[in-house]
């Protein structure tokens, strides 16, 4: 268990640098410019970090882990999902876990799914997810990457639609691929 003194320097750390790549983009973000929207001191910054890079990937570490547990769902079953959506209109409780995880960070992944090693970073995890339901590679591959995609259209569009809306409409492509139902 992690002292709360170092989660919090951490989280101070990672909530100054994700400002800081929102605003001015991650190539002109310093160590310097990290610690002072911390508000903390240097030595502090590397008793964490050993330098920018590395607080970008734990903070990458820390959103795909909540991104993880928001779509497992280890209650999930395909035929209550299938049953609950035709007779109640209710999506799969997961999508709606994966649309509020994006919407809550939102701002962040409009400006890290542009760069390659993080949106397959978020693809892999994704297919990890889809694999145990799907039982083939392709298909995961299939469906992560086009729920990658139809993320970063929904962020590129202003986010018109609802968490929910967008849930509805993932759950009825899972459930009714090329609009069979």
Do not use: C
């Not at 989660?7 to 973000?29: C, F």
């Not at 050993?50 to 547990?69: F, T, V």
């Not at 083939?136 to 202003?158: C, K, P, R, T, Y």
């Amino acid at each position: 268990m992690k002292d709360p003194r170092v989660i919090r320097t951490e989280s101070l750390l990672m909530d100054s640098l994700m400002d800081l790549v929102l605003k001015e983009g991650y190539e002109a973000i310093t160590v310097r410019k990290i610690v002072q929207k911390a508000g903390v001191n240097r030595s502090t910054f590397y008793l964490h970090f050993r330098d920018k890079q590395d607080i970008l990937n734990y903070m990458e570490n820390y959103i795909l882990a909540q991104l993880m547990d928001a779509m497992t769902d280890p209650t999930f079953n395909p035929e209550t999902a299938l049953i609950d959506f035709k007779k109640l209109g209710k999506p799969i409780g997961s999508t709606v876990a994966l649309f509020r995880h994006v919407e809550k960070y939102a701002p962040l992944y409009r400006t890290m799914l542009v760069e390659r090693d993080f949106r397959a970073r978020v693809t892999q995890s994704i297919r990890r997810e889809l694999l145990p339901f799907l039982h083939d590679e392709l298909d995961a591959a299939f469906g992560s990457n086009g729920i990658v995609g139809v993320i970063i259209h929904w962020l590129e569009s202003g986010m018109v639609e609802s968490v929910e809306a967008m849930s509805l409409w993932l759950t009825r492509l899972s459930l009714f691929p090329l609009g069979r139902s």
